[in-house]
């Protein structure tokens, strides 16, 4: 009788370990820099003074390296308004990179 106790505590184990593990495996993981992510960021930051398809005061010519170090550290134009340092508001380089992205592909 114990070892029919014990036998099937230990199927209930694995089956209990195999379920979690599938579990792990299902569940998706948010990727950081996403086209959701981006889109997002673009509608709360830029928006408003790229327009909605980035038609506003954005050169999609220029080099990803460039339109990230703005994103990040700012510009400063010959006439306001100025394009902020989002880095000091938090904006990671993934993120800078996953929006230069976004604006680019909405150029198109």
Do not use: W
């Not at 230990?10 to 495996?25: C, E, N, P, S």
């Not at 709360?44 to 790229?50: E, F, G, L, Q, Y």
């Not at 909605?52 to 339109?67: G, H, P, Q, R, S």
Request: aromatic fraction near 4%.
């Amino acid at each position: 009788m114990l070892n029919v106790l014990i036998n099937r505590t230990r199927l209930l184990l694995v089956l209990a370990g195999l379920i979690f593990m599938a579990a792990l495996l299902i569940t998706p993981v948010p990727v950081q820099g996403s086209d959701d992510d981006a889109a997002a960021l673009f509608k709360s930051k830029c928006v408003a003074c790229h327009g909605a398809t980035a038609e506003k005061k954005f050169d999609a010519t220029k080099a990803d390296d460039v339109l990230i170090e703005t994103v990040l550290k700012g510009r400063k134009l010959e006439k306001p308004p100025n394009m902020p340092a989002y880095e000091e508001k938090g904006i990671t380089p993934d993120q800078a990179k996953a929006l230069v992205a976004f604006m680019k592909s909405q150029k198109r």
